[in-house]
Structures are given as C-alpha cells and as structure tokens.
C-alpha cells in the first residue's frame, strides 16, 4: 500500500525558514518523480516544486523560484522542501505527490502558515 505522509509544517513569521519531508513507503520511491503541492482556502491546488527520480531535475513555480528547493534522499525513501523567506502568501496546506507507473499519489498535507 502506497503511503505518503508529510511533516514539517507549522507557524512560522514572514522571512521565516521552513523544512517540509515526505516520507515515502509501499512503492519503489527511486522510480517515481515527486513533487510538492499546495493549496490555499479558496483556491485550486498548485504545482510548488518537482523533482524527478534521480534527482537531477527539478522545477518550480515562479512565485517560489530562488526560494524554495526541493530535494530527495533515494536511500531513505524521503523528498524535502526547504522554504526560505517565507510569505504570508505561501500559507496553504503543502501535498506530497508521487507519480508511480502512471499513477499519481498524495499524501494527507501538512499545513503551513505564515503570520506575524
């Protein structure tokens, strides 16, 4: 069974840092490309970061671009997001995704939320 569970989220004040993991179990996580999500109240679910499976290539959104980094450890079956300088504008709730032999995983979310 498939399971993607996230940790990391929290309150954190504007220009804060946070580290957002994935943990990763039931699939053969070096063989799927991840990928971060969010979505705020109100609005759809966005692409945040990518990154494929050997952890070459990775992709961002423009509004995170020079902020965030997504990264993976193959050996631990965990993907990351480091978010720097954090923005009110980045509150949401953060989603793990896999995409496994054409089938797309999530995980539950971790909400994060930025706020003097």
């Known amino acids: 069974q498939v399971q993607l569970v996230e940790s990391g989220g929290g309150l954190v004040q504007p220009g804060g840092s946070l580290r957002l993991s994935c943990a990763a179990s039931?699939?053969?996580?070096?063989?799927?490309?991840m990928s971060w999500y969010r979505q705020a109240p109100g609005k759809e679910r966005e692409l945040v970061a990518a990154?494929?499976?050997?952890?070459?290539?990775?992709n961002y959104a423009d509004s995170v671009k020079g902020r965030f980094t997504i990264s993976r450890d193959n050996a631990k079956d965990t993907v990351f997001l480091q978010m720097n300088s954090l923005k009110p504008e980045d509150t949401a709730t953060y989603y793990c995704?896999?995409?496994?032999?054409?089938?797309?995983?999530w995980g539950q979310g971790t909400q994060v939320t930025v706020s003097s």
């Open positions: 995704n896999a995409r496994w032999r054409f089938v797309a995983y």
């Open positions: 039931g699939f053969t996580f070096s063989a799927a490309a």
């Open positions: 990154i494929n499976s050997f952890g070459v290539a990775t």
